[in-house]
T-cell receptor, first 109, second 112 residues
């Protein structure tokens, strides 16, 4: 069993829908990262958080440290949001990242 | 200006060959990483250097040897390439201590 589990693995939505991607982890962490990988392959860091909630445009990330769970929300989804979203946790002893398997999001027009 | 640049973007070679992938960052970061992304798109840490010093060395065959000539560069040399080495290799960098990581565009390595 992976230390970082994401759900769902695949998600198809219609443009405008509210999207939620979940991430659960089983180890102690110092921070949790949400990354986006576009079809072209490049990886972009969306959020890094260790408590509470962060918002950037239409994207919102939350984390519950006690429950070892994080969610990534996308409001008013758009076809350009189609990508793989990856959750990664940073351990307590350094900057090593352990990754989830990613969620493939497809937003149809 | 590209923050983290890797070369080459594509690398096609035969089994048994030796190849290198170069990575440079112009962000002034102290820490650099190499990750491997397999055919199922799963990312895994291989190595991490902080100020030219190796700090993470996962269970990677010793055919893989990272080299950091200075803190802005972390190159990956692979000896005696095998079919299972086919993957996308990502370089990344960050400041020390709970900072976002910046990724290169990846190098797609294909072994024939």
């Amino acid at each position: 069993k992976n230390e970082v589990e994401q759900s769902p693995q695949n998600l198809t939505a219609q443009e405008g829908e509210f999207i939620t991607i979940n991430c659960s982890y089983s180890v102690g962490i110092s921070a949790l990262h949400w990354l986006q990988q576009h079809p072209g392959g490049g990886i972009v860091s969306l959020f890094m958080l260790s408590s509470g909630k962060k918002k950037h445009g239409r994207l919102i990330a939350t984390i519950n440290i006690q429950e070892k769970h994080s969610s990534l929300h996308i409001t008013a989804s758009h076809p350009r949001d189609s990508a793989v979203y990856i959750c990664a946790v940073e351990g307590t002893s350094g900057s090593r990242l352990t990754f989830g398997e990613g969620t493939q999001l497809t937003v149809n027009p | 200006d590209t923050a983290v640049s890797q070369t080459p973007k594509y690398l096609v070679t035969q089994m048994g060959n030796d190849k290198s992938i170069k990575c440079e960052q112009n962000l002034g970061h102290d820490t650099m990483y190499w990750y491997k992304q397999d055919s199922k798109k799963f990312l895994k840490i291989m190595f991490s250097y902080n100020n030219k010093e190796l700090i993470i060395n996962e269970t990677v065959p010793n055919r893989f040897s990272p080299k950091s000539p200075d803190k802005a560069h972390l190159n990956l040399h692979i000896n005696s390439l095998e079919l299972g080495d086919s993957a996308v290799y990502f370089c990344a960098s960050s400041q020390v201590g709970r900072q976002p990581q910046h990724f290169g565009d990846g190098t797609r390595l294909s072994i024939l």
